[in-house]
């Protein structure tokens, strides 16, 4: 799962880079309006942290021309404007959540994971298929009930592929959700990360569809 | 206390009263002397007459030099005893001639070559005018003095009834120029009297600017005013803006010092959560209040259910995780408060955020207006607040439930908010089964 995170306080920024981050986010950053503006627009992100009170371009702006353009992922307004006034406005631009600051870190990642999940259509923050149970709230995996690690490469590989289970999920596509825009992007390495996944699932829960990309079992569900 | 400055009414009163009363007193004098005079001049111009006649009538006999009078003049004001009208003729001081109507009094002796008019003490008490003219005639060795002389109660009368009447007619006219000079200082004052009302709807905040056109003399203090006011709105919003980019600029500061604290162990990051915790508590209140202060003075009329319909989406989308049913009231009943509609927003969006996050599924708002004030009504579906927590709940600070995030100040900003605007919150048992808050709010 990626994120753009735009925020023009350095600390906080880099703050909520590493916490998302250990959350298991890939996650992207831009300092200011316009930047955040343009990387929302051309990278595919599931869910945007969006600061109101930005250099260049403000928040709410960034926000009415995305929507204005078809962007449709969702956005949480991360911001130190707090009346209820300021709340209306942000949802009626087209913000998903709305989260004032100061915040608890739990509750923006327990916030965003929702938005990510009701994004992709999942009511229940526990994905399910057959015996493969991926709880977003906590991260975790259960195969037949057992718990078993992953790693947070392998959380987002997952995840997004759990997320948008029943169709193909390209090579490009899933780079894009599992890598932040500054990483490198040898795609062959999602090759060891499946493979690792396999090892770790039920034989046949992810399978290659040759020349397009990866699809999990229909069988499974 | 000042002292009162004198009314600008009485004095433009009593400078007119005063300028009218001596204006006409002084016309009134001058027009009694004229008058006395005009009928002076027509009693001299008589008397001349007569003079002529009793002059024209003289004549000294040659064999004794006696004077003796051909022919009397012919008034028989003359011959009628103390007619007040008299004549004597008089040599030497010595009256030799005079007329009838002198009766048994003596005439007054008169020297030689007198004054053409004096006056004189006549028969019965009168008070005589006399004209006099010296007369040489041939055949007389010395100077005859010829005097006509008339009663001058009369001119003393006739001037007493014509002040009478002047003072009359002059009473009337002031009385007339004094209701005039009434209306008019009235008329005058009447643009300070609007102005007066206009002020005071400003005041009240019916209105931003002084309502309706002014004469030209009292405009420029209107645009003055107005200046007067833009400076202070200005000022007004700048403290508001203030504190408003204070309040926000700290917010983001706290949320770095908030996000170390989270991993800090040990009591000391406890100790630090905790206060940084105050701290944006401190925050929102006086942001609240900042933002109060500034619109609590104003009256608007907000209605009410565009504002729940707007914090409906946002509310539902806040909690869109729970599936909670938010019910407003129908279209119908459309009350309006006086209050602001951003403070409206943050009253209400606090009362239903705390219900939404409560409740189970449902939360319920409606709205009535009872007299001068409108009611709203908040319930939800949850555990409630058992009454003795109530009060606590409305104070500041206080979290009845760490479990929940927020600042904990929902309540209580509600509360105060209310009671800025006029009005109050009270918290009660939904019919739901969780919490009803029933706030109160002076209807616009």
Known sequence: ??????????????????????????????????????LGVVEAFDAVVLDLGLPGKDGLSVLKSWRANGMSRPVLLLTARSSWQEKVLGIDAGADDYLAKPFQMEELVARLRA????????????????AVQLDTRACTLRVAGQAVALTAHEYRVLAYLMHHAGRVVSRSELAEHVYAQDADRDSNTLDVFVARLRRKLPEGFILTVRGMGWRLDEAAS | M?????????????????????????????????????????????AQTQLDALTSGLAVAPANARVALATEPPDPAFRQPLSGWYWLVSVDGETRLRSRSWWDHAPPALPPRPPSRIAVDGPAGQQLLL???????????????????????????????????????LAALALALWAAAWLQVRLGLAPLARLRAALQQLRQGQATRLPGAHPAEVQPLVDELHAVLDDKQQLLDQARQQAGNLAHGLKTPLAVIG??????????????????????RQIDWQLMRARAAASARRTVATPVLPALDELRRVLLRLHAERGLQLQLPRESQAPGVAVEPEALKEMLGNLLDNACKWARGQVRVRLSVEGPRVRIEVDDDGPGIAPGQRALALQRGQRLDERQSGSGLGLAIVDELARLHGGTLELADADLGGLRAVLWLPAG
Do not use: C
């Open chain 2, 2 to 46: 000042t002292v009162a400055a004198p009314s600008l009414r009485r004095r433009l009163l009593a400078a007119a009263a005063l300028w009218i009363t001596l204006a006409l007193g002084v016309v009134g004098v001058l027009l009694v002397l004229l008058f006395r005079h005009h009928v002076e001049q027509e009693l001299a111009a008589r």
């Open chain 2, 259 to 280: 996000n170390l604290a989270q991993r800090m162990p040990g009591e000391d990051g406890e100790l630090l959560r905790q206060q940084l915790e105050r701290m944006g």
């Open chain 1, 1 to 38: 799962m990626r994120l753009l995170v735009v925020e023009d306080e350095t600390a906080l920024r880099q703050q909520l880079q590493a916490a998302l981050q250990r959350a298991g986010f890939a996650v992207d950053v831009a300092a200011d309006g316009i930047d955040g503006e343009h």
């Open chain 2, 131 to 169: 004209w006099t003219r010296t007369v040489e005639l041939a055949g007389a060795d010395v100077p005859m003095v010829v005097a006509v002389g008339a009663d001058a109660s009369r001119l003393q009368g006739l001037t007493r009834s014509f002040a009478v009447t002047v003072s009359a007619a």
């Open chain 1, 115 to 130: 938005l990510i999940r009701r994004a992709s259509g999942h009511d229940h923050p526990l994905l399910q298929r057959g």
